[in-house]
């Protein structure tokens, strides 16, 4: 999946511009910069090829998180629902602002499930925060109908699926704001980095302002900006924006590396019965990252992962036991108040998150196994690993 195994002379030769000015910094210095602006033209190229109006560049995804929440004035004691699939990021963000993560069950595209989504909302619930897990979409459609009917707000995270689209509208572009994330291991990497789009320009203005310290950013002179809102640096530099322009450039060499890769370990994996696979809402807009699959249950896919990791596939995942990715092992949001080493009364309005009942997700999550879809390898590493699926699915 990752951009950082196509890292060349294209990123070195951004790189190289912003080190020849020494402008590093992503606002003012005219004079100086010579004309060269990497955040500034990593948004537009970003908003023209996702088709939003506004693009803000920010320092990670994680902060693209915060940025959008705080801009869509999602904040204190606001319930926003999110699936128990995700990376930590997408409830530290939550709680970072204030709000309270609210789970619902995952479907069988590994994202969130509308039904589910719709019997959790009540009173309190301001915002959904779906994420296109692993490269494929949510049922996006759905829940942007079950937003709109609601009056909630919807921002994607869609950290791990830029490029991903649904029904030829780019993922991201559905929610009021769409999250994105470009750390070394994405798809496309600025180093660390990531980005909010939106087509509210007054969303957007206020992302601007709070990755800015709530600077407004009118006029040159940054000594008279206005102070609209309460902000914090999330700014991007010109080193790592500039690295982002070179991948952007090479997302659609990626894209199609990644589709004809995952196409053929998927194509090897069909022939086995044992082996049904994730749902896609639109295949079609697969930015195909991960080939993920389910087992007929949680042992023989606790097992299966092992064999085809020992029979040397790299990048075998089963979620179920990892505790980065899936809320079973999250004990600090499970012992929330310890953790944050802050009084318990401050969260006595949040759930107990050992006691939800996401037996739905549990077994589902429980068979699941995914394998990290590579973009350099070879017509040989490819039939290689064809070959150890083959084996271990042989036998
Ligand atoms: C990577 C990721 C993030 C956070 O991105 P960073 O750039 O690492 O901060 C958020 N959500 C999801 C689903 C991710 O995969």
């Keep these: 999946m990752p951009g950082f195994e196509w890292f060349g002379d294209e990123e070195r030769r951004e790189v190289g511009e912003v080190l020849e000015t020494g402008v590093l910094f992503r606002y003012g210095f005219d004079a100086a910069r010579k004309g060269r602006w990497k955040a500034k033209t990593f948004e537009a190229e970003f908003a023209q090829r996702v088709g939003s109006s506004h693009c803000h560049l920010v320092s990670s995804g994680t902060a693209s998180l915060y940025v959008a929440l705080s801009a869509c004035g999602i904040g204190a004691g606001d319930h926003v629902i999110i699936s128990p699939f995700t990376f930590v990021a997408t409830f530290e963000a939550i709680l970072g602002v204030g709000a309270v993560p609210v789970f619902a069950d995952m479907d069988e595209t590994l994202c969130l499930s509308p039904a589910a989504v719709r019997a959790a909302?009540?009173?309190?619930?301001?915002?959904?925060?779906?994420?296109?897990?692993?490269?494929?979409?949510?049922?996006?459609?759905?829940?942007?109908n079950l937003c709109d009917e609601k009056s909630?707000?919807?921002?994607?995270?869609t950290c791990q699926a830029v490029g991903g689209s649904y029904k030829g509208r780019a993922l991201g572009t559905f929610g009021r704001m769409g999250c994105f994330s470009f750390d070394a291991v994405k798809t496309i990497t600025c180093g660390e980095g990531g980005a909010v789009i939106t087509d509210d320009i007054l969303v957007s203005q206020r992302a601007d302002q709070y990755a800015d310290h709530g600077h407004d950013h009118i006029g040159s002179d940054r000594g008279a900006d206005g102070h609209p809102v309460l902000g914090t640096n999330f700014r991007i530099s010109e080193l790592n924006a500039a690295v982002g322009l070179a991948q952007l450039r090479k997302l659609d060499r990626i894209l199609e590396a990644q589709r004809a890769n995952k196409k053929a370990l998927k194509d090897a994996l069909g022939a086995f019965r044992d082996?049904?696979?994730?749902?896609?809402?639109?295949?079609?807009?697969?930015?195909?990252t991960f080939l993920c699959f389910f087992m007929p249950g949680e042992e023989e896919a606790r097992q299966c992962a092992k064999e085809l990791a020992k029979a040397g596939l790299e990048g075998v995942s089963y979620w179920y036991d990892n505790n980065w990715h899936y809320l079973r092992r999250w004990e600090h949001l499970?012992?929330?108040?310890?953790?944050?080493?802050?009084?318990?009364?401050?969260?006595?309005?949040?759930?107990?998150y050992n006691?939800?009942?996401?037996?739905r997700s549990d077994s589902i999550m429980g068979r699941t196994v995914c394998i990290q879809v590579k973009i350099g390898w070879s017509p040989k590493d490819l039939e290689d690993r064809v070959k150890i699926i083959r084996s271990v699915f042989g036998n």
């Design 121 to 144: 909302v009540t009173e309190r619930t301001r915002a959904v925060v779906p994420v296109h897990m692993c490269g494929s979409m949510a049922r996006i459609e759905d829940l942007k």
């Design 152 to 157: 909630l707000t919807l921002v994607e995270d």
């Design 275 to 288: 082996v049904a696979f994730r749902q896609i809402p639109d295949p079609e807009g697969d930015s195909a």
């Design 334 to 352: 499970k012992n929330l108040a310890s953790a944050a080493k802050l009084p318990q009364h401050l969260y006595d309005h949040v759930p107990d």
């Design 355 to 359: 006691a939800l009942d996401l037996s």
